[in-house]
């Protein structure tokens, strides 16, 4: 229950601004998370281009996406926990660095496996980088309209962040050199890796504990497998053995570390926090925000470069609009949050990303539906980041400070997961219902029928979420319910 103390105390903090610091603090932080954004699609609109330059088998492009995303969403969950053992400050900063030196290793690659190894780090510092630097937002400002602030600012440049790595990709590939999209990393990097150390300020290590070795296998090992089965399935079905195989392995995995956690006496994730009920269903929201969006942008790219015939820079150009429609959102998202509750912003947020993907299913193959393809993501982007954010101060609310590193890392792992499955899924619709035509028409088939699964999805998974969650308890309904 809320003290009188903090009820008389939370009008000041809303009112109350951020001091020089806590400016420079966010600055950094959510700089290095709009550069760990981008790199997750900055290579999606080059893939042929570094093929060629390489000698990549058309077959095996996918794989330069693949392994940073293997990596990335197999890994998160453990540094998450690592960062709550270990320190934050420091895995942040060793993750920047090994960034760093990643990004400079892919510029320079000559052969396809230098490559994939060099995005294969890439993903680890990733997994490293993102719930370390949101463990450490957290806890830089004290639950409430502030975090709340920050939070939407973090979740805003994330998701523009995707969307602007598709932009800047096709940019620096056709001015300059796909190696570019590499080594524009590294002066980030260094910069972060620079500053960090006098800017940022640790919590204690409060857990003494040591790592949950079993649970860290079986964790890792089901995410790895899944992801990996989820990707082959996009690819050639799930009926492939290469698919099946991996699936069910991933889920046999994950059945086995949660019992592995309830038997454990210093768990990688404790079964009471899986039992809240704000960190399953705010995760729950933002695992459906993150699938549903990016892989929105996939389905648009097709019907672009294959109906419309836009080139890949102008593909990229166009989500410019996608991507200033999330800023918006995020710039909304914490208010909405202070006045109305998480809730409120996941229903709400839901809503609107669902019925602008709903309006695409009208698009035909001349290019003046352009105008309605920029119309509905820029206010799918509104409702996305809406969504996003309340999943995220939902997901990491009510927690103490010495489990935000590991509530930090479920987000992270949500919305790398999300990512991935979301692309598979829909190419697996889409691709079911134009069969073997790669005409406009077919192509456009198959597009129109997975915006609609991607509509459907998006509002069932927010009204189930939102039901979950239960009636806001006034403004802040979700803050005050997780105390």
């Known amino acids: 229950m809320t003290s009188a103390v903090e009820s008389a105390a939370r009008p000041a903090r809303a009112t109350a601004g951020m001091t020089p610091r806590q400016k420079l603090v966010l600055t950094l932080l959510l700089g290095s998370q709009f550069m760990i954004a ?58 920047m660095a090994l960034l760093g030196l990643s990004s400079a290793l892919g510029g320079l690659a000559t052969t396809p496996e230098v490559l994939l190894v060099a995005r294969v780090l890439q993903g680890l510092a990733t997994a490293a980088v993102t719930p370390a630097g949101l463990a450490l937002l957290t806890t830089a400002f004290r ?60 919590s204690r290590i409060v857990c003494k504990h040591r790592l949950d070795v079993p649970g860290a296998i079986t964790v890792t090992g089901g995410l790895l497998a899944l992801v990996h089965g989820l990707t082959r399935a996009g690819e050639s079905g799930v009926t492939d053995p290469l698919a099946f195989g991996p699936l069910l392995a991933g889920l046999a995995l994950l059945v086995a570390f949660w019992f592995v956690e309830q038997r454990s006496a210093a768990p990688l994730v404790p079964v009471r926090i899986m039992r809240r009920r704000t960190v ?29 015939g836009y080139s890949p820079l102008a593909t990229g150009l166009a989500f410019g609009v996608l ?35 709903l309006s695409l299913v009208a698009l035909g193959t001349s290019g003046g539906w352009l105008y309605l393809l920029l119309a509905a993501t820029f206010v799918g982007g509104v409702g996305n980041m809406l969504l996003i954010v309340g999943f995220m101060v939902t997901a990491t609310s009510g927690l103490p400070d010495s489990e935000q590193g590991l509530a ?24 079911a219902r134009a069969g073997s035509g790669t005409t406009p028409d077919a192509v456009l088939s198959g597009v129109t029928v997975a915006v609609l699964v991607n509509s459907l999805l998006v509002l069932a998974g927010s009204l189930l979420a ?11 309904g979700t803050a005050r319910a997780t105390r």
Request: glycine letters at 16%; charged letters at 10%.
């Open 38 to 95: 981008v790199d997750f699609s900055i290579l999606n609109v080059a893939l042929p281009v570094v093929g060629e330059g390489l000698g990549f088998p058309l077959a095996r492009l996918q794989w330069i996406a693949t392994a940073f995303a293997l990596a990335a969403a197999g890994f998160t969950l453990l540094f998450g926990r690592i960062a709550d053992l270990f320190g934050r400050k420091r895995l942040f900063i060793g993750g």
């Open 143 to 202: 639950e409430g309209p502030l975090r709340e602030r920050a939070l939407g600012l973090n979740g805003a440049l994330m998701s523009a962040g995707f969307t602007t790595g598709a932009v800047l990709g096709g940019l620096l590939t056709d001015l300059l050199s796909w190696r570019w999209a590499f080594f524009i990393n590294v002066p980030v990097a260094a910069a972060v890796v620079a500053l960090a150390p006098a800017l940022l300020t640790d």
């Open 323 to 357: 991507g200033l429609g999330t800023v918006v959102g995020g710039m909304l998202g914490g208010r909405a949050i202070g006045r109305y509750g998480s809730r409120a912003a996941i229903l709400t947020g839901g809503a609107v990303q669902a019925a602008a993907t």
């Open 466 to 476: 939102g039901r979950a969650l239960g009636a806001p308890q006034g403004a802040r």
């Open 408 to 431: 930090a890392g479920l987000a992270t792992m949500t919305q790398q997961v999300g990512i991935t499955l979301g692309i598979p899924v829909m190419s697996a619709v889409a691709a």
């Open 280 to 308: 399953v269903w705010g995760n729950t929201a933002g695992l459906i925000a993150f699938a549903t969006e990016t892989s929105l942008v996939f389905l648009l790219t097709l019907y672009l470069q294959e109906v419309l």
